[in-house]
């Protein structure tokens, strides 16, 4: 077992993770670009109408319950995997709501500062949960949580909480 927390395999997995969770929110953004103008339009308003309700605690709870169900070894693929989809379907309903490149629209998002955040954490539990996987196929899960594992999570609920509170206070 590596004791470094970036060995080699949790490098590769980070880019894996990158690779997947960006997949799956440009296939969900073609289904949300192609949908009606007036489901863009109930999407747009429905996002406007959550803006004016959410508060800090609200944002960084939703964003904590993905990330800890996405910790799961091999169900976690799987939930990150249908929320980073759906994601991509509310961008692009937003993207065509906004008349803007459903790709120029993700894009804008990874890159502010709330979404470096909170895809930063989202790819670090996958890359992960990818370990915990490959560890499990090793027998070597439980010295992989002890050594490796909280790191990430203690790190993701940093990057949580902070994303969080730069969301609700810039951006909402």
Request: hydrophobic share 55%; proline share 2%.
């Amino acid at each position: 077992m590596n004791s470094r927390y970036f060995s080699k395999p949790f490098l590769v997995c980070l880019a894996v993770s990158f690779c997947l969770i960006f997949a799956c929110l440009v296939v969900g953004s073609f289904k949300g670009v192609s949908a009606s103008a007036r489901a863009a339009k109930s999407t747009y308003n429905n996002v406007v109408q959550l803006r004016q309700t959410l508060s800090w605690t609200d944002i960084f709870l939703n964003n904590y319950g993905i990330t800890l169900l996405s910790a799961l070894p091999i169900v976690g693929i799987y939930y990150m995997s249908i929320v980073q989809y759906n994601t991509g379907v509310v961008i692009g309903n937003l993207a065509q709501a906004y008349h803007v490149s459903n790709f120029a629209y993700i894009v804008a998002i990874m890159l502010n500062p709330v979404g470096i955040l909170e895809y930063s954490a989202y790819i670090f539990v996958f890359a992960e949960t990818l370990m915990l996987i490959y560890n499990l196929w090793n027998r070597t899960v439980i010295e992989r949580w002890k050594s490796q594992t909280w790191k990430t999570l203690l790190l993701a609920t940093a990057l949580l909480l902070l994303a969080a509170f730069v969301e609700w206070r810039w951006f909402l």
